[in-house]
């Protein structure tokens, strides 16, 4: 009898839970709904339209007939990975030597962390105007230094060159987002208990075996959430690289995110072409698609590399 | 019970916030205060805002047909947030369409012909000269007037530093394109790194001067005749225009448009090319330093101009179809077109008179530089041609990239001749478009052949 009572009462506390829980949820449910699976939706609605803003025509099948013959599509989506490697390459190492050295008791660190942090808060529309000046061929600030230091003799075409514009976009991605990363691995470094490292110094571990057999090890849970953070990132940022070089020269760093943007937004549009929202909301689903593929690619990985380990 | 309460109260609150933030916005129809019928008026235009701003304020004062101009400037993205405003019922009355394409007004009904208005105001005739300025595709269509411009922007003009040239022995601009790529090539020899024959910019560079060349020249990218797409023409063109880089003539960087103003002014490099703004950015916003700069007529292939170069007509206004006030509308367009508004808007600089009756009126003293780029005979306005759905790049993007030497030129005008037309042909299958043909064409007087559109 007294079992049953018990019994009753958690069931109607579960009720009133599930009832609050549902209550307390439903704003967020409904701004996802608004804001994310509406405007989705109505995007996908037009991937067999060629829609301009004003009319919306029903073409069927031919975006993605032309999505699969449009050679400048693929060919920033092959941008896009080199972009994403090269960033990746510099930017997860940069972060992490950073965070190690600036989480060393030692005055003026959190001076140095606000400078590195502070490319972050800047505009990337500014950065990139920035970035003009300095990667300026004729009296850029770069060149003057690196001519200066005797590393080069003539000036190098930094953004009008096909050789060199995919080092510089890179150098402005670097710049801008690794402060961001060293945070999160500052943050990462400051759970890890001191406990652990006396006893490393005790044993008589150096500073760079406790780098790799007791940071890089306990970082690895913060490592995993930077890489995909930086990996879905990377993939995504084509701002910067508008300002900086509109995707040339040559087309050689058009990135798929800019090229949408091109063409929904119609940037650099001339008189007889126009706002392709149809075709350009094609190309995103497939974008999406793609920085999604590598996104749960990466995740498998890591979970195996963590099996291993 | 209480906490259950407490619970619906608090998400209650949270969802009429969060709802507020999304819902917010939006507009019926106005009346001002003190019981004027408020029209809205918007324009993308921000560089005339002091002048436009203070008429409308004075308007706003003074007018007997209890009108007052709600003017807002939308200098960013203008066509979608028009398009979205009228989509979403929050439209305005009277707005500056001249930029916008005009099967993207016209076919969709957001703008509302003027034909009616026009004709019954003997004053907008006098000073806008209307049925003189009607160009097919761009500001008429099937016999509608969607607008009609107050202004012209100059064809592109070659801008160059007189004190260069004449210290590298020159004295004026060659009219043959090939002798006018000696000269530069010679003047950047000359400057040996110090200063430079000419210099591009890496905003739609191929458009400031080698398109403009190839239309002098006789050469455009539609063949009007047949009503397909052709640039088969441009080849004599990009080849002259290779040599600016191959022969490393150029300034070695193609910046922003202000960058490349910005040194010019400095007398960076000798040669410049660029439409009528430019008197306003070397006397006023960047202002030229330390030396005499004129203004010449671009060369040609042969030297001799056997085709239209393209002017834009400006500063026209139309009545959204969505209007509750299209009398009050029409009032407020012949106010922006009114000889009083006019004469000041173009004596300050802001554009070219459209009509002969305003470039009477005007005192062109007070125009200062812009009086140099005053129209040529052999300028006109070009039937457009058909908008088309393009996967790719451009035709000037792809220029440019075969003058910088990324991609070779027959490939370049073939990979064209193939995308435009495929789709040109598939949107004209779908019904987006339909194909432009003028069979009594002529490259001089692109503007005065009579204009046929094709379903096929």
């Given at each position: ?38 405007p989705?939706?109505?995007m ?28 400048t599509f693929?060919t920033s989506v092959g941008h896009t990975f080199e972009y994403a490697l090269y960033k990746l390459?510099f930017i997860?190492?940069?972060a ?20 590195y942090f502070m490319p972050t808060v800047i505009s990337s529309s500014i950065s990139g105007m920035i970035f003009t000046f300095i990667f300026a ?21 930094w953004l009008t060159?096909?050789?060199?514009v995919m080092s510089a976009v890179t150098i402005l991605a670097v710049w801008g987002g690794f402060g961001n990363y ?47 953070l930086a990996i879905t990132g990377a993939f995504k940022d084509y701002e910067a690289i508008m300002v900086l070089t509109q995707g040339g020269p040559?087309n050689r760093s058009m990135v798929m995110f800019l090229y949408i943007y091109n063409l929904i937004f119609g940037s650099g549009l ?5 706002p392709q929202i149809?075709?350009g909301a094609?190309l995103s689903?497939v974008a999406a698609?793609i920085v999604?593929?590598v996104t ?14 | ?74 200098s960013d993205n203008y066509r979608n947030m ?119 910019t890496n905003a739609s ?49 193609q910046q922003g448009v202000d960058n ?133 790049d451009?035709?000037?993007t ?59």
């Open positions: 009898m007294k079992n049953k009572g018990l019994a009753r009462q958690i069931k109607k506390e579960d009720k009133r839970d599930r009832r609050a829980a549902i209550i307390m949820l439903s704003p967020v449910v409904i701004l996802l709904l608004i804001c994310s699976i509406y989705f939706l109505w996908f609605r037009y991937v067999c339209y060629d829609y301009n803003g004003f009319n919306a025509t029903f073409t069927g099948t031919r975006n993605f007939t032309r999505m699969l013959s449009d050679t693929w390459v997860i190492p940069l992490l030597v950073c965070a190690v050295l600036l989480n060393q008791k030692i005055r003026g660190t959190s001076v140095f962390r606000a400078v061929t004729q009296n850029g600030i770069l060149n003057g230094m690196l001519m200066g230091m005797g590393f080069i003799d003539a000036p190098i075409q060159s096909t050789e060199h060293m945070l999160y691995f500052i943050t990462g470094m400051n759970v890890i208990s001191e406990d652990v490292y006396e006893a490393a110094k005790i044993d008589g571990a150096n500073g760079i075996q406790t780098f790799f057999k007791i940071t890089l090890p306990m970082l690895s849970p913060i490592l995993k959430v930077v890489l995909m040559g001339t008189n007889m072409t126009q149809g075709y094609l689903v698609i999604g593929a749960i690619a990466y995740q498998r990985i890591a979970r195996k590399l963590d099996e291993v380990m | 019970m209480r906490n259950t309460v407490k619970t619906i109260l608090i998400a209650g609150l949270i969802l009429v916030l969060s709802l507020g933030t999304v819902f917010a916005g939006g507009s019926g129809e106005k009346e001002s205060t003190d019981g004027k019928i408020v029209i809205e008026a918007w324009t993308e235009d921000r560089h005339d805002m002091e002048y436009v701003e203070q008429k409308v304020a004075e308007y706003n004062a003074t007018n007997t047909d209890n009108i007052q101009i709600n003017l807002s400037i939308i028009l398009q979205m405003a009228y989509s979403g019922g929050t439209a305005p009355d009277v707005a500056g369409i001249n930029s916008i394409p005009i099967n993207m007004i016209a076919d969709t009904g957001i703008a509302m012909p003027l034909n009616d208005f026009i004709a019954a105001s003997e004053e907008y005739q006098k000073v806008n000269d209307p049925y003189n300025q009607i160009y097919e595709g761009t500001n008429s269509k099937n016999g509608n007037i969607y607008w009609i411009p107050t202004g012209m922007r100059s064809g592109v003009r070659v801008i160059y530093n007189k004190d260069l040239l004449a210290q590298c022995g020159y004295t004026e601009i060659p009219s043959k394109l090939e002798d006018y790529i000696d000269m530069a090539k010679d003047i950047t020899a000359q400057g040996q790194s110090r200063f430079y024959g000419i210099g591009f560079p191929f458009e400031r001067l080698l398109e403009m060349s190839a239309e002098m020249s006789g050469i455009y990218y539609y063949d009007y005749v047949n009503g397909r797409f052709d640039f088969s023409g441009y080849k004599p063109i990009l080849e002259q225009g290779r040599r600016f880089f191959t022969e490393n003539i150029a300034y070695p960087d490349m103003r910005a040194l010019f002014s400095v007398g960076m490099f000798a040669l410049w090319s660029n439409a009528s703004q430019e008197a306003a950015v070397f006397t006023e916003q960047i202002p030229v330093q330390g030396f005499e700069w004129g203004v010449a007529e671009v060369p040609t292939l042969t030297g001799e101009v056997v085709g239209a170069l393209e002017t834009t007509p400006s500063k026209g206004w139309g009545i959204i179809s969505s209007t509750k006030h299209p009398e009050e509308a029409w009032k407020v367009i012949e106010f922006f077109q009114s000889e009083d508004f006019l004469k000041g808007y173009l004596e300050a600089g802001y554009c070219l008179p459209s009509t002969d009756y305003m470039a009477s009126v005007i005192d062109s003293s007070k125009t200062g530089r812009l009086a140099d780029f005053a129209l040529k005979p052999y300028e006109t306005v070009y039937p457009k041609p058909p908008a088309v759905n393009l996967s790719g451009d035709y000037r792809v220029f440019w990239n075969a003058v910088m030497g990324y991609v070779d030129i027959d490939t370049a005008i073939e990979d064209l001749n193939t995308r435009y037309n495929e789709a040109l042909d598939a949107d004209v299958a779908a019904g987006s478009a339909t194909r432009l043909v003028i069979k009594d064409y002529d490259p001089l007087h692109p503007d005065q052949g009579t204009p046929e559109y094709l379903t096929e």
